[in-house]
């Protein structure tokens, strides 16, 4: 619950947030009236303002507060060692999110939220809260997480456009939209096993893997997940493209029962831990799911198939992992590489040298890691 004073009674609600944040000790009433130089002051001491004014407003002052986190000085990360520079950037990060997530609003019960020009949320709360029960009443969350439910919204409406597939795939909220298209497209070109007619598709978030081998002609493909967002996603989208008979979506850690010619994974790139669902597609804690894809790969595999393994080496960049634990965890799997293709990335953030980690980024290859037991 969070707790707060107004008109000299004690109010209290239930408190919201999707990436696990606690809530704040402190909650004043904010509206109008209030200038972004005190509400980002309040903010940076780790005081919430509870909004009573015009929504508008609202989402006007957190993009004030956001320049005033952004004016200043980030510390000295151009000298940083890469690991280094990279934590600092997180720390930054989470900083930021901390400041800007101290600006609440009110819902009602049903997802409306009661203030003036405040937009109808109430469909994007539903996709990602779930539907509305009435059981548990008013609640409070931050602007910044509902800003970014009603672009979850909008993503899932207007789907993503995959060349690869002539498609379009739509995203869920806490689901990894693809919007980085060179891993897609090497999966696309990489060559298939002689005869492949069955693939497993480890990680399978929204499912693009999946369609786009679905479309290459393979028969069937299993796709798995552990997170329920992404099951569903994966399956709507699947529906969406006419692949419900050929791909069938399960829920599972890692593998499917059985054994497969191939078997593509996609793991989050960067051994790092995730602070909110959709980073747990980027961040893996201690490399997981890499580990445990790399050695598991081997019992799952059909004599002459071949794993697919689609990583960055931006973690490498930044000192978090070496080339050379990825070649020795290859060797103690049993597995041997009989080919790699690149791909460099091509999105904005490439050429932005304004960016702390621009180096490590404008030195990354995606690589599709093609691997087969050792006999």
């Known amino acids: 619950m969070i707790c ?150 909008e993503w899932r409406k207007k789907g993503v456009a995959i060349p690869a597939l002539g498609a379009r795939i739509h995203p869920h909220y806490g689901v990894f939209a693809p919007i980085r298209g060179e ?17 497993f598709d480890i990680g399978t978030g929204t499912g693009v893997l999946a369609a786009v081998l679905a479309q290459r002609s393979i028969a069937r493909i299993v796709a798995t997940d552990q997170d329920p967002r992404a099951l569903a996603c994966a399956r709507e989208n699947m529906a969406r493209l006419e692949l419900g008979a050929r791909v069938d979506v399960v829920s599972a850690d890692l593998f499917p029962p059985g054994r497969a010619p191939l078997i593509v994974c996609n793991p989050p790139w960067v051994p790092a831990r995730a602070s909110s669902p959709l980073e747990r597609a980027v961040y893996d804690p201690d490399s997981r799911m890499l580990m445990g894809f790399i050695r598991g790969l081997a019992e799952h595999l059909e004599p002459d198939g071949e794993g697919w393994l689609v990583l960055s ?21 049993g597995l041997k590489l009989v080919g790699r293709i690149d791909a460099k990335p091509d999105h904005p953030r490439v050429a932005d040298v304004t960016d702390p980690l621009h180096v490590a980024r404008a030195a990354e290859v995606t690589s599709l890691w093609r691997l087969t037991t050792r006999r």
């Not at 940076?44 to 509870?50: I, K, N």
């Not at 004016?71 to 720390?91: G, I």
């Not at 891993?183 to 007619?197: D, E, M, N, S």
């Not at 931006?314 to 799997?333: I, K, P, V, Y």
């Open 4 to 153: 707060w004073s107004e008109d000299g009674e004690t109010r209290s609600a239930r408190w919201h947030s999707e990436s696990g944040t606690p809530p704040p000790q402190r909650v004043v009433i904010g509206d109008d009236r209030i200038t972004a130089d005190a509400a980002f002051r309040l903010a940076s001491e780790g005081t919430a303002l509870l909004w009573r004014g015009d929504f508008q407003n609202a989402r006007q002052l957190l993009q004030a507060m956001a320049r005033r986190i952004d004016r200043k000085p980030r510390k000295a990360a151009a000298t940083a060692a890469p690991a280094e520079a990279f934590h600092l950037y997180r720390q930054s990060q989470s900083q930021r999110a901390r400041t800007l997530g101290m600006l609440l609003l009110p819902f009602e019960e049903d997802y409306r939220v009661p203030l003036r020009r405040a937009p109808d949320v109430q469909q994007a709360c539903s996709e990602a809260y779930g539907a509305a029960d009435g059981e548990h009443g008013p609640f409070v969350a931050s602007l910044r997480e509902l800003l970014g439910l009603i672009g979850a919204h």
């Open 183 to 199: 891993y897609v497209g090497l999966v696309a070109a990489a060559p298939l096993p002689a005869g492949c007619t069955l693939a």
């Open 313 to 333: 080496d931006f973690a490498e960049h930044l000192g978090l992992r070496s080339r050379a634990e990825l070649l020795a965890a290859f060797d103690a799997a």
